[in-house]
Every structure is written in C-alpha cells, then in structure tokens.
C-alpha cells in the first residue's frame, strides 16, 4: 500500500467514525452534564442571544471544548458530543 492509499482510508475511517459518534449522542447525558457543569458560569441566554458567536456545529464542538477546558472537566470525546448534540436539539438547530 502507498502512503496516499493508507491516508484515504485512514480519512474514510475518521469520517465514518464521526457521522457515528453524532448519531450515537445521547441528548439526556448531554442536558444532565451540561446543567451540572455549563451553567456555573452563565445561563441559556448566551446560547439565544440574537449575536452569538457560535454559528456553525463545528463553532459550537470548539465552544464546548473551550469550557469544558476553562472548567479543569476532563470528558471523554462521547461526553463532549453528548453536550454538543444536546445544545444543537435545544437551541442551534444546525444541520
């Protein structure tokens, strides 16, 4: 195998592995981490205000990050998308 045959399926593998890991959230995990840890430091009014700065899903993955950082938490990747895929269905909307 050549390195560019490796590299397209090591990306075919990634691609595949992240459209599971949006379909395999779990919303409910995702609310109870959030209003345990996300609401320390603000209330739902920063996910509606009407010039937020998170405007797309990959925005709000590096939002989550950002926080779950700036709070010392150390989730897992599933935890993360939980929270992710939890503020999208109750506030974002995006695709």
């Known amino acids: 195998m050549n390195i560019r045959t490796i590299s397209i399926l090591l990306l075919a593998s990634t691609t595949a592995f992240a459209g599971t ?3 395999a959230a ?10 345990a840890n ?9 996910y509606t205000h009407p010039d937020r700065k998170v405007t797309t899903i990959d ?3 590096k ?4 926080c779950e950082l700036s709070l010392g938490l150390t989730w ?5 998308e ?7 269905s109750s ?3 995006f695709n």
């Open 91 to 93: 506030y974002y909307k």
């Open 21 to 23: 890991a949006v379909q």
């Open 59 to 61: 925005g709000l993955r």
């Open 63 to 66: 939002q989550v990050k950002r």
């Open 26 to 35: 779990d919303i409910k995990a995702g609310q109870s981490l959030h209003d």
């Open 38 to 46: 996300c609401m320390k430091c603000h209330d739902s009014g920063v």
């Open 76 to 80: 897992f990747d599933e935890q993360t």
């Open 82 to 88: 939980d929270v992710v895929q939890y503020l999208n």
